[in-house]
């Protein structure tokens, strides 16, 4: 095949978009016991005790902590779930999305 009609088709043919990732990102307050966090992150988003300590501390530390990345749809609904879990126990924990870059 020539250059000219490599190019040509190049040109025709572009990469299908892969889905934006959408990041869980845990935030900070001064009232979730810190337990209670370690169970979400585990039961939420099957992170082990010691990688859910880990996130529940940085956020602890730092005001937020980024969980995983999920497609938009499942970032959400992942976590709306766990925000209600713990609103159903009294509790203002929070998880929020936000795209990646
Ligand atoms: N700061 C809370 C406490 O000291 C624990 C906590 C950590 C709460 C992380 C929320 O995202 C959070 N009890």
Redesign the pocket.
Known sequence: MSDTATTARAKLWTEPERPRLHKVV?????????DF?VTVLKAGFRLCEEQARRV??T??RRG??VVAVFTRDVAEAKATRATEAARRQGYP??FTTEPEE
Request: glycine fraction near 0%; charge should be negative.
């Open positions: 845990l935030v900070n307050d001064d009232y979730t016991p810190r966090v529940m501390m956020a602890h937020a902590c924990l929070l």
